[in-house]
């Protein structure tokens, strides 16, 4: 399928979102790391090749945030798959949301969980924004922007803003981050080539919310396009 698919279809959902399987198919596109996954109908037997742990995530016209909803479980094995299925339509149903199918991924490697936003600025192209996960965004909102398209020098800028940067540097005992995958990643979505210049104007924000960054990888375990 093709962007102008992806777009027609947003428009008919309530979400007015890429589904998260589409949206992953784009960062691919564009050499941004996501995990290997499958959409699978609730009962359909697994592909053979998608190895455990596995991360099983609800894929429903009406849901945004989908861990609000039990739409997210990790660690899940081949064998309690139809299992979590059942309790996720259930939990689901609670919030209003109907589950149409899954997507199945594998579990990524445990890292920092880093935030990557863009937002179309009228006249102005896109906003970059990239933040350390968690508490740190949410209480500290300790971000940083940068217009599109973003240099190399300019992404490293960005992150050299961050206060968290002492953590993915792997202060206390963390994790030390490859730093380096984060900022082609970044590139591949911001920089003068990068998907975000390739997006059509119906395109209005996109997040991927999170980077899971270890020392090793940089990988997009979650992506929202959304249509305006
Ligand atoms: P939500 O719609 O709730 O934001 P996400 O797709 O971001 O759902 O998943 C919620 C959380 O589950 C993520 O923040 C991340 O910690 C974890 N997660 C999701 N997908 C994966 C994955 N493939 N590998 C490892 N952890 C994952
Ligand atoms: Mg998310």
Known sequence: ATIVEFIAQAKTRESAMFTEAEGKSLLSAFGIDTPQG??????????????????????????????????????????????????????????????????????????????VGAVRAPGLGWTVMVGLGGVLVEVFEDVAFGLAPLSENQIRDMLAELRGMKVLNGARGGVKADIDALVALISRLAGPAGLLASLPEDVTEIDLNPVIVSDTRAVAVDARFVVG
Not at 48 to 66: C, D, N, Q, Y
């Open 38 to 115: 499958v959409e699978i109908a609730v009962g359909e037997e697994l592909p053979s090749h998608l190895r455990e742990p596995l991360v099983v995530k609800a894929i429903s016209t009406t849901l945004v945030h989908k861990s609000d909803a039990g739409g997210v479980r990790v660690g899940v094995t081949r064998a309690e798959i139809n299992e979590v299925a059942s309790q996720m339509r259930d939990s689901l149903a609670d919030f209003g949301h109907k589950l149409d199918g899954l997507l199945v991924e594998e579990m990524v490697p445990a890292g920092h969980e880093i935030i």
